[in-house]
C-alpha cells in the first residue's frame, strides 16, 4: 500500500472489548439465575449421580424418596413410604446427629467412592471449573510418591537451645521434647516454615524467610494485645519432587505427627486459668469482604457475652494475614502475622491458603508470650458466623478426658482416595473412617490440640496449593481436608458432631433450624423464588457486599418478606415456615449488631490525611538534605 493511503478501519480493539464486556454480562446472569456457588452445581451432581427426576423423586430399584432440603440430598432420611438409607450420613434413632465416616461408619470398600459421596464431594465445588472427577490411580500414585519425596529428609540440623531457654522449657514443655528431629527449635524450626511459604506460593522456587515475633511490639485495644510477627527475607534454594519416592518413615518419625500431643501442657501459661473458659480466635485477611463479615460477627459476639454464660467468652483476637494494618485494626482486636501472599493485601484467588499459616505464627509468638493466650480453650471460627447465644459450658480444659468440639460438614468427604493415600503418608497405622468430616473452624480445643494439628495443617495446605490435580480434586476446601488429616494423625481428642445436635453452627438455608447451635453460618446464600415470577422477591448472599465503604459504614440488611406457602429458594426447594423463621432470625441478629457499630468513616479519612501528611513533611525534609 502506498504512503499516505488508508486502508480498511481497525476494529480488532473494539471487538475485543464488545466480547469482554458480553461476556462478563453472561457470568453475571449465570449467577443470578443459578443461585448461590453451591446450590445449583450440587443439585445437578446429585441429579447425575444419584437419578433425581424432574419430579423430585429417587429412582433406587423400586423404591422412592423425596427430598425436601438440601440436606437430605446429601444425607436422606427413610422417606415415608420405605427404604434404606444413604450410606454417608443418615439421621440415627438416638439423638438426631448424622452418621458418617468420622463417626464410624464403614467406608466404601477398597477406597472406592460411593455414588452420592460423589455427589457430596461435588456438591463442594463453588467454581465449576473445578469441579473435576477423581484422578486414576496413577495419578494418586504421582501425587502420593511427591509428597513422600518432600518428606523423606528427616536428618535437618537441631539448633540447640540456649541455657535460659532450655530452663524454661523444662518447666513447660519437658513432655514435648520426644522428637526433636521433627520439633526443631529456634532459628532452625522458622527458616524451614518460611521455606516451606515461600515455596507454595512461587510454585517451588526461590524465596524463604526468617520470622521472629515481636512480642514487645504490642498495642493495647479493646483490652487485649495487637502483636506483629516482623519478617526478614533471606534467599534459599527449594528442593523439586523427585519421581521416585522413598519408602514411608515408621509412624513414629512422621513430621508433624506427635504420639505424646496427648501429654503436652494443655497452655503455656504457667499459672491455671479457669478451666471452662474460652478465648475466641478468626483469621483474615483485612478486605473489605471479609471486614464487613469480622464486624457483623464481632458485633454480635460483644452481645451475647453479657448473656449467662457469656462470661465465659473472656477474649477475641484477630489473626490478621496482611503486610500492613487495615481499617478496623482499632476497633478489632488483632494479632498481625506474615502473610504467604502479599497480594491477597488486595486480592488474590485463595486467601484462605494462608490460615495455617498465620495460625502458626500465632502459636509460635504465643508460646514465647504466654500472655497472649486468655483461656485454656481455644474456639477457632471464621469472619462469616453469627453469634446467637454464648457456647454451653465445655468442661474443665484441664481435665484431658473433656472432649474439644468440631462440626460435621457433610460436603467434606474424607474417604475419597487422595485423603486416603495422603492420611497413609503421615499415620499409617490410622482408619481413614477416624477423619472427621470437619475443618480448622468452628473448632473447640485446647491451645495444645492446635499445636498438635497446625504443622500438618500447614504443610498439607502448601503441598495442595502447589499440585493442581490435587487443587481440582477437593476445591475451594482443600485446606480443610488437611486439618482434618493433621488432627487423625495425631489423635487428638476433639468430637465431631454436625447439625441439630451440634453446639457450635447452623447453617441457613441448608438447616431449617438452629438447633443447638450457638452461631449462624452463612456461607450459603439464600434466594426467595416464586414459580412463574422470573426475578427473585428477596435475597441474601454475602459475596454481594464487597465495597470498600461497607466495612466503614455498614448498612443493615434488608428483611425477609412475609412468608407464604409458595415461596421457594434459588434451587426450587420449599421454604417452610420454620426455614423462614430461621432465616428470620439469623438476620434480625446480624442487624442488631449493625445498629450499635460505630461509623468508622470520619476516623479512617483523619487517619489517612495524617499519613498523606506525614509523608509530605518526611519527602520534603529528604528534599532539602539534599
Known amino acids: 500500500m502506498k504512503p499516505g493511503a488508508r486502508g480498511a478501519p481497525k476494529r480488532s480493539s473494539y471487538n475485543t472489548f464488545i466480547t469482554i464486556v458480553c461476556f462478563s454480562i453472561g457470568l453475571l446472569g449465570g449467577y443470578l439465575i443459578l443461585g448461590s456457588p453451591r446450590t445449583a452445581d450440587h443439585i445437578a451432581a446429585v441429579k447425575t449421580d444419584a437419578g433425581i427426576s424432574h419430579g423430585g423423586t429417587f429412582a433406587h430399584g423400586t423404591t422412592k424418596k423425596v427430598w425436601g432440603t438440601r440436606r437430605e440430598l446429601l ?38 467412592v460411593s455414588e452420592e459421596m460423589a455427589a457430596a464431594l461435588k456438591q463442594q465445588q463453588s467454581d465449576t471449573s473445578e469441579r473435576v472427577a477423581p484422578a486414576k490411580g496413577d495419578v494418586v500414585k504421582e501425587m502420593a510418591a511427591a509428597l513422600k519425596q518432600q518428606q523423606s529428609d528427616k536428618s535437618e540440623t537441631v539448633a540447640q537451645a540456649k541455657a535460659g531457654d532450655k530452663k524454661e522449657k523444662e518447666a513447660l514443655m ?84 506427635f504420639p505424646d500431643a496427648n501429654t503436652w501442657p494443655i497452655t503455656p501459661v504457667k499459672d491455671k486459668m479457669p ?69 491477597c493485601d488486595k486480592w488474590c484467588w485463595f486467601p484462605v491458603a494462608d490460615r495455617a ?18 483461656a485454656p480453650w481455644l474456639l477457632l471460627l471464621e469472619t462469616d458466623y453469627v453469634w446467637v447465644r454464648p457456647l ?34 503421615r499415620c499409617p497405622d490410622c482408619d481413614p473412617k477416624q477423619v472427621p468430616n470437619s475443618g480448622p473452624a468452628p473448632v473447640l480445643a485446647r491451645f495444645s490440640d492446635f499445636k498438635a494439628a497446625t504443622p500438618i495443617w500447614e504443610e498439607l495446605s502448601k503441598w495442595i ?42 447453617q441457613p438455608p441448608h438447616d431449617r433450624i438452629l438447633g443447638n447451635a450457638s452461631m449462624y453460618h452463612y456461607t450459603w446464600g439464600t434466594i426467595y423464588k416464586k414459580p412463574g415470577v422470573e426475578k427473585e422477591i428477596w435475597m441474601f448472599d454475602k459475596r454481594t457486599y464487597t465495597a470498600y465503604e461497607h466495612q466503614l459504614k455498614l448498612p443493615a440488611i434488608p428483611m425477609p418478606p412475609v412468608w407464604t406457602d409458595d415461596i ?59
Open 275 to 343: 478451666g471452662n473458659t474460652i478465648h475466641t480466635l478468626f483469621t483474615s485477611n483485612g478486605s473489605p469482604y471479609q471486614n464487613i463479615q469480622a464486624r457483623i460477627m464481632v458485633g454480635t459476639y460483644n452481645i451475647v457475652r453479657k448473656m449467662p454464660g457469656g462470661e465465659r467468652l473472656v477474649a477475641l483476637t484477630r489473626i490478621l494475614h496482611r503486610t500492613t494494618p487495615d481499617e478496623v485494626m482499632d476497633e478489632i482486636p488483632t494479632f498481625l502475622a506474615q502473610p504467604l501472599q502479599p497480594e
Open 392 to 425: 454451653p459450658d465445655p468442661g474443665d480444659a484441664y481435665d484431658r478426658a473433656v472432649p474439644g468440639w468440631s462440626f460435621g460438614f457433610d460436603y467434606i468427604a474424607p474417604s475419597i482416595p487422595i485423603i486416603v493415600q495422603l492420611l497413609k503418608e
Open 357 to 374: 499459616n498465620a495460625v502458626q505464627q500465632w502459636i509460635n509468638a504465643a508460646e514465647k508470650d504466654p500472655s497472649l493466650v486468655k
Open 75 to 112: 444425607n436422606p432420611i427413610k422417606a415415608a413410604v420405605g427404604g434404606s438409607s444413604s450410606s454417608i450420613g443418615r439421621l440415627g434413632t438416638s439423638g438426631g446427629a448424622p452418621l458418617n465416616t468420622a463417626l464410624g461408619e464403614k467406608p466404601p470398600a477398597k477406597g472406592e
Open 568 to 626: 421457594v429458594l434459588q434451587d426450587n426447594l420449599k421454604v417452610t415456615k420454620e426455614l423462614h423463621d430461621t432465616v428470620v432470625d439469623m438476620i434480625s441478629h446480624m442487624n442488631q449488631a449493625i445498629a450499635a457499630l460505630p461509623d468508622l468513616t470520619e476516623r479512617v479519612n483523619k487517619q489517612k490525611e495524617a499519613a498523606a501528611a506525614a509523608a509530605a513533611a518526611a519527602a520534603a525534609g529528604a528534599t532539602k538534605a539534599t
Open 465 to 506: 496449593e502447589t499440585h493442581e490435580e490435587a487443587k481440582k480434586m477437593l476445591g475451594w476446601v482443600r485446606e480443610m481436608y488437611a486439618w482434618d488429616i493433621g488432627v487423625a494423625a495425631n489423635k487428638l481428642n476433639i468430637k465431631n458432631v454436625g447439625p441439630p445436635s451440634s453446639p457450635l453452627i447452623s
Open 174 to 257: 519437658k513432655a514435648q521434647q520426644s522428637d526433636t528431629s521433627e520439633r526443631k527449635t529456634g532459628s532452625a524450626e522458622t527458616n524451614a516454615r518460611e521455606e516451606q511459604a515461600k515455596s507454595a506460593v512461587t510454585g517451588g522456587a526461590a524465596t524463604t524467610a526468617t520470622t521472629a515475633a515481636a512480642a514487645n511490639t504490642t498495642t493495647v485495644s479493646a483490652s487485649t494485645t495487637t502483636t506483629t510477627a516482623a519478617v526478614t527475607p533471606t534467599v534459599a534454594a527449594a528442593v523439586s519432587p523427585s519421581p521416585s519416592p522413598s519408602p514411608p518413615p515408621p509412624a513414629t518419625s512422621v513430621k508433624g505427627v
